[in-house]
């Protein structure tokens, strides 16, 4: 009797556990009905199975931004590649040669990459036991349900058996198959993971962030369908003109190293302890999100939130899940994640749903689309966000203040614009006419592109068509970036308005000594083109001018002489 009431007692606290976790259902609540439609799935019948097996299908897809894209023609990959595009270019290495079993991977890589084995150790991969075992009391007990989660979409996906639980994931698991039972052949079966492997287990996560291609929808496409997003930061990349042309390759892959969230997940979750609570904090945020162009890091760091955060930030527990930050965790001030990372009261791994600047102002049709309905309701959820701190008055007023002072600098930057453009069709820039090669392929001519950011030969770009440039991609990107972080020295005076009101003054100067040369040139062409033979004077009056120009040329110089002849004599 005493076994069967604990048994018993274990299956009700059992219940009660899977109660407190909440079921594990096909849908995936917080994956929006736009990415259901898109990849042609029922929500409320698609198994995790189907649902995987359907996002994969896409993500795979060249013609949904897998591969080398359309430029591929113009550039080849260079040694570091294979890690930042494992699933076009990652072949397993040709040593050691070995056929290696589960712990035969921790042994060796104790001793080859020590590091990496310790960081393991560290991870809730390598732990799975100490989640099972978590109270509901403590605030990582929502891992249970998260660990419950990944296990039904493993034995749906035929990974795991019917009772079968997941003792650990290791570095088989992610760099062979997970739940790999045999040995694997070094040289032929290792993978670089993707973000597709990670989406095996993690399906919701992977799902949201999929999701950004389907709810980054412009109404007159400003950006491709789906950008900017993490999910297509890669495309977005190597579909950039000047990536594609330019010889530096290593150069390039700078750019590459920061748009590499759709092939990987690491980016945020450090390899190899991938933790949750390290991608919550700002910093995991600023190695992409900061610099000339995006001082979004920067922008945050120097504002009141970004302080409040540095100050308080070791009495917060950065453990509890994200949704809980606030109410749980003793968080005080808004994060990257926080912020970013919430829509409508969830927090998923979709963080555009809010765009409608996308950082970049003077991209055409993004300001005249800023009061359309569209806007209007992405500008509506950014109140619920603001109002998790603030009244909704106080957030109208300030998202109002942020709209209107982009909209200023963007007529700034446009009035300057409009004066280099002129000399450009013109034909007025500095070596226009005498020294401006052509781009290389696939690149076209043009005025103000991109590519001249990363590119020039001769005077291609004249220096005022490079400034005017940079008034767009770097000063306004900072000006909008400063006044979406509240960092008032960061719309105004450091950066912003100051930097792009000297970039005026410098352009209108250089646009006047343009049109005050232009005109004196043109003094001098007119002079230069009248005839002055005597043959060819008109009337009398013009040659007794001319008479008595040279008879007093040859007077002052007949007196130079006599003086000069008298001063000898003297010296004499």
């Known amino acids: 009797r005493e076994m069967r009431l604990g048994e018993y007692l274990k299956g009700m606290l059992l219940c009660a556990g899977l109660l407190l976790i909440g079921p594990v259902q096909a849908d995936i609540s917080t994956v929006p009905d736009e990415t259901y439609e898109a990849l042609k799935l029922d929500r409320s ?208 892959e700078g750019c590459t190293m920061c748009h590499t969230n759709q092939n990987k997940c690491d980016n945020c979750h450090t390899r190899h302890e991938f933790s949750a609570a390290e991608s919550r904090k700002p910093e995991a945020c600023a190695t992409c999100h900061s610099g000339v162009d995006h001082n979004n890091y920067e922008a945050y760091v120097m504002s009141k939130h970004g302080k409040l955060a540095e100050m308080n930030r070791e009495n917060w527990n950065w453990n509890v899940r994200l949704k809980d930050a606030f109410s749980k965790g003793g968080q005080t001030a808004p994060t990257c994640a926080a912020c970013h990372m919430e829509y409508e009261g969830e927090y998923t791994h979709n963080i555009t749903r809010k765009t409608r600047w996308a950082n970049y102002p003077f991209v055409p049709g993004i300001a005249e689309n800023i009061t359309s309905d569209w806007s209007e309701a992405r500008l509506d959820s950014w109140v619920v966000t603001c109002t998790q701190c603030h009244s909704e008055r106080f957030a109208r007023s300030y998202l109002d203040l942020m709209d209107k002072g982009t909209l200023e ?40 592109i991109f590519t001249q950011l990363f590119w020039s030969k001769g005077n291609n770009p004249a220096s005022l068509e490079l400034k005017v440039l940079e008034m767009a991609e770097n000063n306004l990107a900072k000006m909008h970036v400063g006044l979406a972080h509240v960092n008032p020295g960061g719309w105004t005076y450091t950066e912003g308005w100051g930097p792009m009101n000297r970039a005026y003054v410098e352009i209108q100067d250089e646009y006047t000594k343009m049109q005050e040369m232009t005109a004196l040139q043109a003094r ?38 006599i003086g000069w002849r008298k001063r000898k004599q003297t010296q004499a």
């Open 409 to 448: 600098g963007l007529a700034k930057y446009q009035e300057a614009n409009a004066i280099v453009h002129k000399m450009y069709e013109d034909g007025t820039l500095t070596g226009q006419k005498t020294n401006r090669p052509n781009p290389p392929a696939p690149e076209n001519p043009g005025f103000g």
């Open 45 to 252: 019948k698609a198994t995790p199975k189907e649902t995987y097996e359907a996002l994969v299908k896409r993500y795979k897809d060249p013609a949904h931004g897998a591969g080398k894209g359309t430029k591929g023609d113009y550039w080849e990959p260079i040694a570091l590649s294979i890690y930042m595009d494992p699933s076009t270019f990652y072949k397993p290495p040709v040593s050691p040669k070995e056929i290696a079993e589960r712990k035969d991977c921790v042994e060796c890589h104790s001793d080859e990459t020590p590091v990496w084995v310790r960081a393991w150790k560290r991870s809730t991969h390598a732990n799975l036991d100490k989640i099972r075992n978590l109270k509901p009391e403590d605030p990582l007990f929502y891992k249970k349900g998260k660990l419950e989660e990944v296990e039904h979409n493993l034995r749906s996906m035929g990974k795991l058996g019917e009772k079968e639980t997941l003792k650990e994931v290791g570095c088989i698991d992610c760099h062979v198959d997970i739940n790999a039972k045999n040995k694997a052949d070094h040289t032929k079966d290792v993978r670089m993971p993707t973000a597709d492997v990670c989406g095996t287990c993690h399906l919701r996560e992977f799902a949201e962030r999929e999701s950004e291609r389907d709810t980054m929808i412009w109404p007159n496409g400003q950006w491709p369908d789906g950008r900017p997003s993490h999910a297509l930061d890669y495309t977005a990349n190597i579909e950039t003109t000047v990536w594609a042309a330019m010889p530096q390759r290593e150069v390039a």
């Open 524 to 561: 001098v062409n007119k002079l230069e083109g009248k005839k002055t033979s005597l043959l060819d004077l008109k009337g009398a009056g013009e040659k007794i001018s001319l008479g008595g120009l040279g008879g007093g040329m040859l007077l002052a110089g007949a007196i130079a002489l």
